[in-house]
């Protein structure tokens, strides 16, 4: 069983209310501790100054004689002004510091009805601070309802919210609110989505560092990002606007301008001062997409605007403030660009500290249904009119959108394109079999590859007629053919290794012939081409 | 021995009728007597402060040290308790227990066994003699102790000090010297009235609150012997009114306790209504005496008493007694309440 230890201040007002017999009748936070039915308190370490010496004596008697169970145990600090926070905090701090905790054997409890609002501020910070392994213990007097009751009642606090069954349902609670938001209310299935977007929320709500979000065209990375500026504007986060802007967009002598802002007179043609998007996102969220795209000057700058939150505006040599949320964007495989030397390491090292991958819809064919509600319901809100499909014909999308032969190369923005387009042609609301044939078909087309494209073009119809094998051969064959510079050097290239054992190379007749049993030959390709 | 716990150990339900502390009580002692371990769940359960409170520890603790029984379970709050018995000891005892619990019933708790042990002990319990919550010193010594020495208890029982709440502070030693069995006792009757004696104790508490008791008292029971008792200030604060009725075959003790708020008229006049309620039933045991007497009885083996009403207390006492003991209890209603009536089985 373990031992309980209560440390608190001899009470100097609430502990002291005479010395004669009518203290029995008064209520002693600190005597009222020790008079509990249902705690025992084991130890009593009792803060005072060298004054209340007498009072701490008295107490102490008093507890022995209602509570043998409790060794009353005097601890003398010396207070200067209990009022003073920086004074009262240290001194309790040094307390803390010095004590030997044994959590194993003892439950500590602070006793915070004694002392002054500032010691009670002071204990509060140091127990959820975790230097004091303790609870709180808050002594309340008798109810008036209670005649001849003077040890009044306990409560105990922890500061762990976590252990509160409510509060923690209502965290719960909250928490599934804000990652649904993130998700827009889609009931996404796919587990490992789902885990990353709640990962998302927690970095989110506790931290302003930087986030890269990584994913294929489409896949919803400004979407998230905006909705993760608007979660924290919510929750009072973030005062500023949403900045969007897509670094491929910016190009040349504007971009430093457009990103960084200018004087009046800065350059020709700057006739006015310019802000910048990094000064208008100002306590806010500047969403960087593409930043891959980005010049390597504009990196060096935004790297510094990012960890001083200060940068020059073109032309001024007085630096301008700005403090924003980074969330930044990109197609690409960042590491490998750093590695050609094509994107700032250090930048790179910045931004790369909460890095998601976002999936395309083809790796979360489970989402692709939740996603087409989500899609419907869009298109009813925007338009005013409610599209469904009926049942056969949702089947049929269904199946096919999360086929092997759905690519969504696009992404959710593809199938919000295709989503529109049948609730467009959808007649009296009503998506049927037809329009979900005819919008597979479309998909299909604008999938076929362009090396699909290249050989109906060279062969006609007889491309059909050909094995998918000798196809995907004969597809890869016409794609080099084309990068090469001559017939020999197309060769070469194909038959890299084989030609190293022949005595005699013969790699330009080969493909020659190879070509030739297709009826094709390498100059009918160049000038297809 | 956890294998056996099935078999061997005595199972009680803690929430069974009303009383918690009484059923875990009666068990303590039987436990000591007859050295059978129990074990009790659902101690208190339902109730606002649920399991064990520090007033059923200090019991535990005391029967623990006095059949060195080894325990699981005594904390505060706790709603299973083990108790496992080893030897009882006579011998010469001190439990200091505070005012959370009350020296009274740790004294009822421990006495019954030590009446059994092979040899002569003192017990002295200091801490709250006289609260609200628990009989008073007066009552264990002037009305519990003569009817367990006509049972051919030997004891002898002083007050040496007040304890009022909340202060506490009060001791009472009892002495005991190993006797034979238990005789039966039958109390069907109470007999005449020989008088009735009102004493209001004052500790630091005004004189005159004691005379204003007594004289709300003399109004109801003109024939009634009226005392002041002052004790030392230090013994204070604390006002407790006793009136006595002593009778043929026993003495019934009601007691008020006075409180701030509540004034000398309203205590006595409250006291006094319990009196009569007991005069005017006829029965020969009260409520209380009724509950305490039941186990000696059950330990005796035999007797029986008139009680002017069957207490949810009583019903649940005997079901715990005779998960101990081989008795039967059987409860006859007649016109001035239920005849008790024990025997060996």
Known sequence: MKRTVVTGFVGTVLDYVGKGNQRWEKWRPTVGLCQQEDLVVHRLELLHDARSRGLFERLRRDIAQVSPETEVVSVEIALRDPWDFEEVYAALLDYARGYTFDTEAEDYLIHITTGTHVAQICWFLLAEARYLPARLA????????????????VAIIDLDLSRYDRIASRFARERDETVS????????????????????????????????????????????ARRVYEMKKARHQLAGHFVEVNCATLRGDSAMSALFGHVKGAFTGAQAERAGLLRSADGGLLFLDEIGELGLDEQAMLLKAIEEKRFFPVGSDREVESDFQLIAGTVRDLQQWVAEGRFREDLYARINLWTY???????????????????????????????????????????????????????????????????????????????????????????????????????????????????????????????????????????????QEKAKVNDADRLRKYLARFGLTWEQLREAA | MKNNIQSDWVQLDGAQGEGGGQVLRTALTLSMITGKPFQIERIRAGRAKSGLLRQHLTAVEAAATITDAQVVGATPGSQSLRFVPRRLLAGDYRFAIGTAGSCTLVLQTVLPALWLADGPSTVTVSGGTHNKAAPPADFLIQTWAPLMARMGVRQTLALNRHGFYPAGGGEIVARIEPGSALLPLQLVERGAL??????????????????????????????????????PADEGPGNVLLLRAEFEQLTEICTGFGERGISAERVAGNTVAELRRYLDSGAALGEHLADQLLLPLA???GGGFTTCTVSSHLTTQIAVIQRFLPVDIDITPISTGARIAVSAR
């Not at chain 1, 808050?138 to 005649?147: F, Y």
């Not at chain 1, 809100?381 to 469904?388: C, I, K, L, N, T």
């Not at chain 2, 004052?202 to 005392?227: H, I």
């Open chain 1, 138 to 153: 808050q002594t309340s007097p008798p109810r008036k309802k209670e005649p001849g009751d003077v040890s009044g009642s």
């Open chain 1, 181 to 224: 938001f993130l998700k827009s209310g889609i009931a996404t299935r796919n587990a490992s989505f789902n885990r990353m977007i709640e990962q998302i929320e927690r970095v989110a709500v506790r931290s302003k560092a930087p986030m890269l979000f990584c994913g294929p065209t489409g896949a919803g990375k400004s979407f998230l």
């Open chain 1, 357 to 499: 991958a976002l999936p395309g819809l083809a790796d979360r064919s489970e989402d692709l249904e939740p996603n087409l509600e989500f899609e419907l319901a869009r298109y009813a809100r925007e338009h005013g009119s409610q599209v469904r499909f009926n049942l056969e014909a949702r089947r049929a999308y269904l199946k096919f959108a999360t086929s092997a032969d759905a690519q969504w190369r696009g992404n959710f923005r593809e199938l919000s394109a295709s989503v529109t387009r049948m609730a467009t042609l959808a007649d009296t609301g009503r998506i049927d079999l037809e329009q979900v044939e005819e919008e597979v078909g479309r998909l299909r087309r604008s999938w076929s590859s362009p090396a699909d494209h290249a050989l109906t073009a060279l062969l006609g119809d007889a491309a059909e007629a050909l094995d998918l094998f000798d196809r995907m051969q004969l597809e890869n064959v016409i794609a080099v053919c084309r990068a090469a510079g001559s017939l020999s050097d197309s060769g070469r290239r194909l038959f890299a290794v084989s030609r």
């Open chain 2, 194 to 231: 020989r008088g009735v004696q009102a004493e209001a104790v004052v500790a630091g508490v005004s004189y005159n609150v004691a005379r204003r008791e007594l004289d709300t008292v003399a109004a109801a029971f003109p024939e009634a012997t009226q005392a002041v008792i002052e004790l």
């Open chain 2, 299 to 301: 330990l005796a083996g």
